[in-house]
Nanobody, 121 residues
């Protein structure tokens, strides 16, 4: 099982980016999926999360600007980021609480490799 994130890059303040993260491998079920971000010297923080039923949760700093969504058929989670600010600059990591389709497996957190988002003029 692996999570592959994509979509990061350099964008000017006020611009938009869309991150994607696809879970692949032998997967039985996925519960919550989410996006976290981290800057050097700081702890990783939750940006947004979404349950399998579509309930969402956002960090106060991104409410009204970011939208998380998912495609359960594709085991993919998205993060639409609008009105980006320099303080949004970070490495963004996707996360999934999933159960592999392997005998004896248990629910566990899986992480993507991280994608860098830089907001700068």
């Amino acid at each position: 099982v692996q999570l592959q994130a994509s979509g990061g890059g350099l964008v000017q303040p006020g611009g938009s980016l869309r991150l994607s993260c696809a879970a692949s491998g032998s997967i039985f079920s996925i519960n919550a999926m989410g996006w976290y971000r981290q800057v050097p010297g700081k702890q990783r923080e939750l940006v947004a999360a979404i349950t399998s039923g579509g309930s969402t949760n956002y960090a106060d700093s991104v409410k009204g600007r970011f939208t998380i969504s998912r495609d359960n058929a594709k085991n993919t989670v998205y993060l639409q980021m609008n009105s980006l600010k320099p303080e949004d600059t970070a490495v963004y990591y996707c996360n999934a609480d999933l159960l592999p389709n392997t005998y004896g497996s248990s629910w566990n957190d899986y992480w993507g490799q991280g994608t860098l988002v830089t907001v700068s003029s």
